[in-house]
C-alpha cells in the first residue's frame, strides 16, 4: 500500500510564505513524478507542480517564480515551497505521486488527504 501524508498548512497573510511537506510511507524513487495538487472553492482539483524521478520540475503558470517544488529521497519527502503567496491560492493541497505500472501500461494515481492553506488578511 501506499501511504502519502501532507502537512504544512495553515492560515497565512498575503505576500506570506508556507511550506508543505508530503511524506510518504516508502521510497518516493519509485515513482515517476511526485506531484502537488490544489482544489479552490468552486474549482476542479489542479496541478500546480510536479518534480519527476530525475528532479526536473514543472509548474502551473499562476505559482511560476512563487513556488519551488523540490524533494528528498533520504526523507521520502517532497516539499513545496510556497512564497508571495496570495488570496487566490487558498486552496486545499493534495500531494500526488504517479506510479508506473507495466503490466497495464499505465500511471497509477496515489493522493494523500489534503492540507488547507488559507492566505487571508
Known amino acids: 500500500q501506499v501511504q502519502l501524508v501532507e502537512s504544512g498548512g495553515g492560515l497565512v497573510q498575503p505576500g506570506g510564505s508556507l511550506r508543505l511537506s508530503c511524506a510518504a510511507s516508502?521510497?518516493?524513487?519509485?515513482?515517476?513524478?511526485m506531484a502537488w495538487y490544489r482544489q479552490r472553492p468552486g474549482k476542479e482539483r489542479e496541478l500546480v507542480a510536479g518534480i519527476t524521478r530525475g528532479d526536473i520540475p514543472n509548474y502551473a503558470d499562476s505559482v511560476k517564480g512563487r513556488f519551488l517544488i523540490s524533494r528528498q529521497n533520504a526523507k521520502n519527502t517532497v516539499f513545496l515551497q510556497m512564497n508571495s503567496l496570495k488570496p487566490e491560492d487558498t486552496a486545499v493541497y493534495y500531494c500526488n505521486a504517479k506510479l508506473w505500472k507495466p503490466v497495464i501500461s499505465a500511471e497509477t494515481d496515489y493522493w494523500g488527504q489534503g492540507t488547507q492553506v488559507t492566505v487571508s488578511s
Open positions: 516508502g521510497s518516493i524513487t519509485r515513482f515517476n513524478t
